[in-house]
């Protein structure tokens, strides 16, 4: 009896020990297991203002990523799998990106994101971008985005830095201006302050005065900066804003008889700036990173066809819409590089190859590397056809000259 009992002991311990190793080693299927990809599907998170103060900005480039993964779906999707492309809503507001980036990362299981909604989130988020290894295409600009590079971290274009230098470069060589006196117009937000920063070095280094004035987001007139610029004497403004802060800004110019070329920053220079704002945009430049809907470039060629085969009834759109596109053709770019076996690190590793990515004109060349994560460098400087609700452009694409 007592051998029975020991035999039973020692058999139950037996199966308890295979058990425990059964549990300690992974499945196939739980050892394979990637956040965001499946052997069919690849989710991409989106983090946008889509009914917040800047959503006017935002839906262009939503429209535009939305209408690229239907393209790239429709083909067959990227090595056999379709984006699964999931949008989050943040208002503009750095709780709303923090909230929507969990939900997205923790919830939905997304590989990557395009995002967050502001420069201020984005920042707030680098520390888990960073943990949970998320590659994320930055809609902000800002320096603080690639400066330092940030390994899950990458933008499309020159930053709002390079923005500024280049309608510097463009004042005094291009509508070479004789003393002038440079007024800029920022709102107090993370990326008003990275204007403003480089306008005050871009000043010194030009040796000309500077007159700033803030504008917040969702300010319903402009009164009193236009008639301090105005008391200041300023011969040319820098308009650092978004649509309806430059649109708000042209009104207000117009209507107290400001009349100097107004230049905008690169998320003003859009078509909605000069519909918005009729005859108050008959001074305005802008410059810009992307192109527009009707330049005659092989990319913008493509995307108008694309465009119009899943929406004929629309006729043009904004350059923030040419944005969205292209952030979309870069993860596609970058999944097709890193091959079947995707992941996170396969997907920074492939994305670190992009040397002069050619992107057919919807904007110059992309480059990353371990040290690079601007993406392009080059801008292109634009002015105001009232007539036509179009930009067009006045240079070449150029790079800041200081």
Same mark, same amino acid.
């Given at each position: 009896?007592?051998?029975?009992?020991?035999?039973?002991?020692?058999?139950? !311990?037996? #199966?308890?020990?295979?058990?425990?190793?059964? !549990?300690?080693?992974?499945?196939?299927?739980?050892?394979?297991?990637?956040?965001?990809?499946?052997?069919?599907?690849?989710?991409?998170?989106?983090?946008?203002?889509?009914? $917040?103060?800047?959503?006017?900005? =935002?839906?262009?480039?939503?429209?535009?990523?939305?209408?690229? *993964?239907?393209?790239?779906?429709?083909?067959?999707?990227?090595?056999?799998?379709?984006?699964?492309?999931?949008?989050?809503?943040?208002?503009?507001?750095?709780?709303?990106?923090?909230?929507?980036?969990?939900?997205?990362?923790?919830? /939905?299981? *997304?590989? %990557?994101?395009?995002? %967050?909604?502001?420069?201020?989130?984005?920042?707030?988020?680098?520390?888990?971008?960073?943990?949970?290894?998320?590659?994320? #295409?930055?809609? &902000?600009?800002?320096?603080?985005?690639?400066?330092?590079? @940030?390994?899950?971290?990458?933008?499309?274009?020159?930053?709002?830095?390079?923005? #500024?230098?280049?309608?510097?470069?463009? #004042?005094?060589?291009?509508?070479?201006?004789?003393?002038?006196?440079?007024?800029?117009?920022?709102?107090?937000?993370?990326?008003?302050?990275?204007?403003?920063?480089?306008?005050?070095?871009?000043?010194?280094?030009?040796?000309? /005065?500077?007159?700033?004035?803030?504008?917040?987001? $969702?300010?319903?007139?402009?009164?009193?900066?236009?008639?301090?610029?105005?008391? /200041?004497k300023v011969t040319h403004v820098i308009v650092a804003q978004l649509v309806d802060g430059a649109v708000c800004f042209l009104r207000?110019?117009?209507?107290?008889? !400001?009349?100097?070329?107004?230049?905008?920053? $690169? =998320?003003?220079? &859009?078509?909605?700036?000069?519909?918005?704002? $009729?005859?108050?945009?008959?001074?305005?430049?802008?410059?810009?990173?992307?192109?527009?809907?009707?330049?005659?470039?092989?990319?913008?060629?493509?995307?108008?066809?694309?465009?119009?085969?899943?929406?004929?009834?629309?006729?043009?759109?904004? @350059?923030?819409?040419?944005?969205?596109?292209?952030?979309?053709?870069?993860?596609?770019?970058?999944?097709?590089?890193?091959?079947?076996?995707?992941?996170?690190?396969?997907?920074? %590793?492939?994305?670190?190859?992009?040397?002069?990515?050619?992107?057919?004109? *919807?904007?110059?060349?992309?480059?990353?590397?371990?040290?690079?994560?601007?993406?392009?460098?080059?801008?292109?400087?634009?002015?105001?056809?009232?007539?036509?609700?179009?930009?067009?452009?006045?240079?070449?694409?150029r790079r800041a000259a200081h």
């Amino acid at each position: 009896m007592k051998r029975k009992g020991l035999r039973k002991v020692y058999l139950l !311990l037996f #199966i308890g020990l295979m058990v425990s190793v059964f !549990l300690m080693k992974p499945t196939p299927a739980l050892a394979g297991e990637v956040r965001g990809v499946t052997n069919d599907i690849v989710k991409i998170g989106v983090i946008a203002d889509m009914t $917040g103060p800047i959503a006017t900005t =935002w839906l262009a480039a939503v429209e535009g990523f939305r209408n690229y *993964v239907r393209y790239i779906n429709d083909q067959g999707g990227v090595h056999g799998r379709k984006i699964k492309d999931i949008y989050e809503d943040s208002r503009y507001t750095i709780p709303g990106d923090i909230a929507a980036f969990k939900k997205l990362v923790f919830r /939905d299981k *997304v590989l %990557a994101m395009l995002g %967050a909604s502001s420069t201020g989130g984005t920042v707030a988020l680098f520390p888990q971008i960073e943990k949970q290894k998320v590659p994320t #295409i930055a809609a &902000s600009q800002a320096e603080s985005m690639y400066t330092p590079p @940030k390994r899950y971290v990458f933008c499309t274009a020159a930053g709002y830095s390079e923005e #500024i230098k280049v309608l510097f470069d463009f #004042i005094m060589k291009d509508l070479k201006a004789k003393n002038p006196r440079i007024g800029i117009v920022y709102p107090d937000v993370e990326f008003g302050k990275t204007n403003l920063e480089q306008a005050k070095k871009s000043a010194k280094h030009y040796g000309v /005065d500077l007159y700033p004035e803030v504008l917040n987001v $969702g300010a319903l007139e402009a009164s009193s900066q236009v008639m301090l610029l105005q008391k /200041d004497k300023v011969t040319h403004v820098i308009v650092a804003q978004l649509v309806d802060g430059a649109v708000c800004f042209l009104r207000e110019a117009r209507k107290f008889k !400001l009349n100097v070329p107004l230049l905008g920053t $690169g =998320w003003t220079c &859009s078509e909605d700036t000069i519909k918005i704002s $009729g005859e108050a945009a008959k001074n305005y430049y802008g410059v810009h990173a992307y192109s527009s809907w009707y330049d005659d470039t092989p990319g913008m060629a493509k995307l108008r066809e694309i465009t119009l085969k899943l929406n004929p009834k629309k006729k043009d759109y904004t @350059k923030n819409y040419s944005k969205g596109w292209l952030c979309a053709m870069i993860l596609e770019e970058g999944m097709k590089r890193a091959g079947r076996n995707l992941d996170s690190e396969s997907l920074v %590793a492939a994305m670190e190859t992009f040397k002069n990515f050619d992107t057919g004109g *919807v904007s110059g060349y992309i480059n990353y590397s371990p040290n690079e994560r601007m993406g392009g460098e080059y801008l292109r400087m634009y002015k105001a056809d009232v007539e036509n609700n179009k930009l067009i452009p006045v240079s070449d694409w150029r790079r800041a000259a200081h």
